[in-house]
């Protein structure tokens, strides 16, 4: 019913534009109600107008149409993109319309797609559409080129305008690398208008709330991926430590091997392969997988190829060029495509409003805190959460900003801590720096800075904020150092780790997951009384049990597939020495069972003790 009304109203609505014929629109909806009230499955000729009432509906328009002194032309297209009911409609329209001498239907369809949709229930005759369509034009594929100008040249004057490319060399790269994308791949996809312009929303939609955070040739890729074949970017989404340059490490309550992962990614390309090889353009999908995954392109042809000659790279231009092959980017390209790892506008404008209430301190912590709570440890949309409050902070007044920046560093030692400063916690410690910024012509933004490291619940997150106070060139987003004082902050740092670690602290109860190793150097770095409280710790925490040690020994001489230029010794000798460790090795110490890194880790320190320990060039 809503077709034939659709029709016959925007029929009469054209007509009006160009001449006033009396009672056209209310014929031409009679006749649409006429049409659309019973749908024969048009079995013969003699049932698509079976009716009286429909011969005299449709003299009645005819009547009224050719009173219309032009042509009138309708245009349909994809018609194969109906149901079966509404072709049946349409189809007796325009048998129907046939006498109406001033009318002509131009219907775009495959016929292939329309056979194969009203064969569902009988067979139809070689030549059945020629009974409705009196004049059939077979239109040949669009050029390929002609498609790839249209779509490139639409692509990067939207992304100039949206400010994705600061640099000229950065958009010329661009250009030279969807053009070739292009030519590779895409052509092969976006094989029509519709295509094209599909692919074209997806990226302007998913490209908008992320302008600048990503290379905008990888998101490109990545939503043609999704918008050509949803399957195989499920697969690419779920699995970022096989196709991204992640590597061994030991970090916060992660450690995976290089063998596992070797290993797991043989097993993961040819699942993948597999999947691919059952598309529809699979020489298509591994050239838009090789473009944008180095370790996809090499384990598919076993060495160096094609894509990673004309795009060279590796973790330092992977990071440097935010390419989603580098694990910390990874996620955020995939933010606005999953809606249920967004934290939506609404909650956003919810929170804001309700911190902006608060009227005290611990009125903000419980606020973040229910938020925060309220999605799963984690989850992608944590970090979602945590970046668009972070550029929500501006709607609130300095006072709330910095009792948020005081609530987001108590709750340090729930966020997720990558190798480098990406990622989750990298949200939370920029929501500290940000407040700071807005209050960065007062003394509040010293305050705020010593007050986030005096309620750091996480070494990690303490050190990180000292860090980026000292090389302000390295910080993105303080730029106002006017009342700052560095020196503060860095004893700010020290007496909070004094206050974790020292005399006074019990070690039985220290979350040692919750310590950082560039932080206990930067804290025995400061004096030689805090690397005596530091060492104290140490034996304390170790005291005559044997699996504590192993957690020491992996907390003090990290594995994973940290390498060194020169002997680490001297640098492990300051955070614990040397010699207390092999005599606690070799002493009768409370035996407990080992896990597998702890075990590791034991074995790795005895190597060191005789001068054995990776080095560049050897991992």
């Avoid at 079976?50 to 245009?75: H, K």
């Avoid at 955020?332 to 009227?359: G, H």
Wanted: glycine share 4%.
């Amino acid at each position: 019913a809503t077709l034939a009304m659709d029709l016959f109203g925007d029929i009469a609505t054209e007509c009006r534009k160009s001449i006033h014929v009396p009672r056209l629109r209310k014929r031409a909806l009679a006749y649409a109600r006429l049409v659309s009230g019973s749908v024969s499955y048009l079995a013969g000729l003699r049932e698509i107008l079976p009716a009286q009432s429909q011969r005299e509906e449709i003299d009645e328009l005819r009547e009224a149409l050719m009173r219309v002194p032009l042509p009138i032309l309708v245009l349909l297209d994809e018609v194969d993109r109906m149901q079966k009911e509404e072709v049946l409609v349409l189809l007796k329209i325009l048998r129907g319309a046939a006498s109406i001498p001033n009318t002509t239907f131009v219907c775009a369809f495959s016929e292939e797609e329309i056979k194969r949709e009203l064969s569902k229930e009988r067979n139809l005759s070689y030549d059945y559409l020629e009974k409705f369509f009196s004049v059939t034009i077979n239109l040949s594929a669009p050029d390929p080129d002609m498609l790839g100008r249209l779509f490139q040249d639409k692509l990067k004057t939207t992304f100039r305008e949206q400010n994705w490319f600061p640099k000229q060399e950065i958009e010329a790269n661009f250009a030279e690398l969807l053009d070739r994308i292009w030519n590779d791949s895409l052509s092969r996809v976006c094989t029509n208008l519709r295509k094209i312009g599909l692919l074209f929303n997806d990226i302007v939609s998913a490209a908008r709330p992320i302008i600048g955070e990503v290379n905008a040739f990888d998101l490109t890729v990545v939503e043609a991926l999704r918008r050509f074949n949803p399957e195989v970017y499920r697969i690419v989404r779920t699995n970022s430590l096989s196709v991204t340059y992640a590597r061994s490490d030991w970090t916060k309550g992660r450690y995976f091997t290089e063998d596992e992962k070797k290993k797991g990614a043989e097993t993961f390309f040819a699942n993948l392969n597999t999947t691919i090889s059952k598309s529809n353009e699979p020489t298509a999908l591994e050239a838009m997988l090789s473009w944008i995954f180095p370790d996809y392109a090499a384990a598919k042809t076993k060495g160096a190829n094609f894509y990673t000659m004309s795009r060279p790279t590796n973790q330092e231009v992977a990071e440097a060029e935010k390419r989603i092959c580098d694990p910390d980017y990874f996620p955020i390209y995939f933010r606005a495509a999953v809606p249920e790892e967004m934290f939506s506008n609404a909650e956003v404008k919810r929170l804001t409003s309700d911190l902006s209430e608060a009227r005290t301190e611990s009125s903000v912590e419980s606020i973040f805190g229910q938020a925060l709570d309220g999605i799963p440890t984690k989850h992608p949309k944590r970090e979602d959460f945590l970046w668009k409050l972070g550029r929500a902070v501006d709607q609130l007044d300095d006072l709330t900003a910095e009792r948020l920046a005081y609530a987001v560093a108590l709750r340090a030692a729930d966020y997720s801590y990558d190798v480098i400063n990406r990622g989750e916690a990298a949200r939370a410690l920029n929501i500290v720096f940000i407040a700071a910024q807005k209050l960065s012509a007062t003394p509040g933004s010293q305050r705020t800075l010593l007050g986030a490291m005096e309620r750091a619940a996480d070494d990690t997150f303490a050190q990180r904020l000292l860090q980026f106070t000292e090389n302000r060139d390295r910080n993105k987003i303080l730029s106002n150092f006017s009342n700052i004082d560095v020196e503060e902050v860095k004893r700010a740092f020290v007496d909070r780790m004094r206050r974790r670690y020292g005399p006074n602290a019990d070690p039985q109860q220290v979350c040692i997951a919750q310590g950082d190793w560039q932080a206990f150097r930067a804290w025995v770095g400061s004096s030689g009384e805090d690397a005596a409280i530091e060492q104290d710790f140490w034996r304390r925490f170790i005291g005559t049990n044997r699996k504590r040690l192993a957690q020491a020994i992996n907390f003090i001489y990290p594995g994973g597939n940290r390498v060194w230029s020169e002997d680490p010794t001297p640098i492990i000798n300051q955070l614990f020495p040397a010699e207390e460790v092999e005599r606690l090795l070799q002493a009768d110490l409370e035996d407990e069972h080992l896990d597998k890194v702890e075990a590791e880790g034991i074995v790795r320190y005895q190597d060191l003790l005789v001068g054995r320990y990776p080095q560049l060039g050897q991992v």
